[in-house]
């Protein structure tokens, strides 16, 4: 074990954060992730490796009824002068029964006390390997397993689970716990070879960089985000929404995506060809279902499919905004929400062959998920709780 790795075990030890111990030791968040949780080694043969985590106990302070290396050494120097359990208890402050059974139950192979042999057999023989909860609790593994057949996060489980069960720890899991069972090979949880239930179809932990895509613009009379009237983080007005596509291989085929910013509320939209005709038509025909308050804006990327936004605001009343150039943050609702219906609709397949029930049925879907962000209530209720109201721009 290098430095690096046994001063991070320790740091852990003592209750600091991975973040906080990696920046202490100027190591990468991945490498301290990787340290502590174990990783996955894809071989020549395209079989997987578990690389198991390193061992915490051996970078914890022994308590000091065991027996610690040091003392062990002193052990073998006395016991090779002569001197019995007695003495050596004597010169250790340790009982004698203390010195005797040890020098019985962590002899070598070859009949010889070994102190730092015998140190590894008495750690190893301390160690509890605690198996997963969700290996050991049926019923609990059971909720997850069907929460992630229905697309759920893992921390939308665990919050879950939270909710439903405040007093009950027992009757929770971490969501740490349901990424490892999803990652480690071994657990048992989710058999092999089926696809990963995460969203992103991982089965191994990535790091945290990504390329940000850039799309081309079109020289046409636009109004810019800046000119919106409202910061970014401002939510507390409704009617404001989100828009892009989602392209297939080759952009021969999209699905239109559209959110509203306060109760992330998703509407898809149909697309028979991927063009700025369709699109003209489906965001009419949807805009226009709903009632003015609740269409005031839209903010979309820089993509020729929106050459006729002219003609969307004179049909709908919707003014329409686009974000600066290879902007994606300026729309993050939308972007988030893009990354969910990649696990319906993966990257480099054919958009054309899903029906207008095809995206009803993942609309309600996402619709129907509780939102960490939204207090963990569905943007279903909240979006028909606008369309109840008798004054629906604001929902608190």
């Known amino acids: 074990m290098t430095d690096k790795r046994r001063q991070l075990l320790e740091l852990l030890a003592q209750g600091w954060s991975v ?87 962590n002899l070598h192979s070859s009949g010889q006390y070994r102190p730092f042999h015998a140190h590894s057999a008495a750690a190893t023989r301390r160690r509890r390997t605690r198996p997963l909860k969700l290996s050991t609790d049926v019923a609990l593994r059971a909720f997850v397993f069907a929460r992630l057949q229905e697309r759920w996060s893992p921390q939308q489980i665990a919050r879950s689970l939270k909710l439903a069960h405040p007093a009950e720890p027992r009757a929770r899991v971490a969501t740490e716990t349901i990424y490892q069972a999803i990652y480690r090979p071994d657990s048992g949880i989710i058999r092999k070879p089926a696809p990963s239930p995460l969203r992103t179809g991982r089965d191994h932990r990535r790091g945290q960089s990504r390329q940000v895509r850039t799309r081309r613009r079109f020289a046409q009379p636009m109004l810019s985000v800046h000119d919106r009237g409202f910061e970014p983080t401002d939510r507390s007005i409704a009617g404001h929404w989100e828009g892009d596509l989602i392209v297939g291989p080759r952009s021969r085929s999209a699905i239109g995506t559209l959110v509203e910013r306060q109760t992330r509320f998703v509407r898809l939209l149909h ?33 020729t499919e929106m050459a006729r936004h002219l003609e969307i605001t004179q049909a709908t009343g919707t003014r329409i905004y686009f974000c600066d150039s290879a902007s994606p943050w300026q729309r993050g609702s939308n972007e988030n929400t893009n990354g969910l219906l990649r696990q319906y609709f993966p990257k480099s397949t054919d958009l054309s062959i899903h029906t207008a029930r095809d995206l009803r049925r993942v609309e309600n879907e996402l619709n129907r998920r509780p939102r960490i962000t939204l207090g963990d209530r569905a943007p279903a209720d909240l979006f028909a709780a606008l369309l109840a109201s008798e004054n629906p721009p604001s929902l608190r």
């Open 19 to 105: 973040r906080s111990a990696c920046t202490k030791l100027g190591i990468s968040r991945s490498s301290g992730n990787r340290w502590k949780n174990g990783w996955l080694v894809r071989q020549k043969d395209g079989t997987v490796k578990f690389v198991p985590p390193l061992e915490p106990l051996a970078a914890r302070t022994i308590s000091s009824r065991f027996l610690s290396e040091a003392e062990r050494i002193q052990i073998a120097d006395l016991a090779s002068r002569g001197l019995g359990p007695t003495a050596i208890g004597l010169a250790l402050g340790r009982a004698p029964s203390t010195i005797s059974r040890e020098l019985r139950r």
């Open 271 to 303: 697309l028979p060809a991927h063009n700025s005709t369709e699109l003209l038509h489906a965001l009419v025909r949807t805009l226009n279902e709903l009632p003015p308050p609740l269409r005031r804006t839209v903010t979309w990327d820089q993509g």
